[in-house]
């Protein structure tokens, strides 16, 4: 059974700081990682799609790295904003269905001006 | 445009009342989820449809009952609410080849009084 941690849990920071964002999962038999924001009151916005073939994936000041040997994905933000304070979560299909995700338990990041 | 877009936005009844949730996602997707998220915002995957057909039912009570009117919606109809209903229930799309990311509407707020 595919079990996802995330830590810090909560994370507060002043703008600028780089920051990285960790998520643990138990199998690494994965197909890909997700890694999601959440605004209070609003949905998931999807921000990186890591396929199991690939280290990891870029997308402006966010860097997303995959280790499926040590179970393992960070998200590195980069010169954070205030923008960026949310809950970011990870996700991974499960093996025994791959589009049912598995969500971790998410890291609450605040960043202040 | 939205992408997913769920109604109601916010649902306050009555324990014992039936309700329904409408999902309509835009992305020409094949794939649509319902999500639960609890209080302490553990997100879990509820039910999944392809194509209008039914592949992913988890342990959820019967008195949930989807119901995919074509590839476009997923509507949820709860029967007999409980005190315990009380979440937020995200519906979500994705296309499922190629393990393409699922994108998210901006949950329904369930409160049961």
């Known amino acids: 059974k595919q079990e996802v941690t995330q830590i810090p849990a909560a994370l507060s920071v002043p703008e600028g700081e780089n920051l990285v964002l960790n998520c643990s999962f138990t199998?690494?038999?994965?197909?890909?990682l997700q890694w999601f924001r959440q605004d209070p009151g609003k949905g998931l916005t999807s921000l990186l799609l890591?396929?199991?073939?690939?280290r990891e994936q870029t997308s402006g000041r966010l860097n997303a790295s995959l280790d499926k040997s040590s179970g393992r994905s960070t998200l590195y933000i980069a010169a954070s904003q205030p923008g960026d304070s949310a809950t970011y979560l990870c996700?991974?299909?499960?093996?025994?269905?791959?589009?049912?995700?598995?969500f971790g338990t998410g890291t609450r990041l605040l960043v202040s001006p | 445009d939205t992408a997913v877009s769920q109604t109601p936005k916010y649902l306050v009844t009555q324990m014992g009342n039936d309700k329904s949730i409408k999902c309509e996602q835009n992305?020409?997707?094949?794939?649509m989820y319902w999500y639960k998220q609890d209080s302490k915002k553990f997100l879990k995957i509820m039910f999944s449809?392809?194509?209008?057909?039914?592949?992913i039912n988890e342990t959820v009570p019967n008195r949930f009952s989807p119901k995919s009117p074509d590839k476009a919606h997923l509507n949820l109809h709860i029967n007999s609410l409980e005190l315990g209903d009380s979440a937020v229930y995200f519906c979500?799309?994705?296309?499922?080849?190629?393990?393409?990311?699922?994108?998210f509407g901006d949950g329904t707020r369930l409160s049961i009084l």
């Open positions: 979500a799309s994705s296309q499922l080849a190629g393990h393409q990311p699922q994108h």
């Open positions: 199998d690494s038999a994965i197909y890909n």
């Open positions: 890591i396929q199991s073939s690939q």
């Open positions: 996700a991974l299909p499960m093996n025994t269905g791959f589009q049912k995700l598995v």
């Open positions: 992305l020409g997707h094949d794939t």
């Open positions: 449809y392809n194509n209008k057909e039914l592949i």
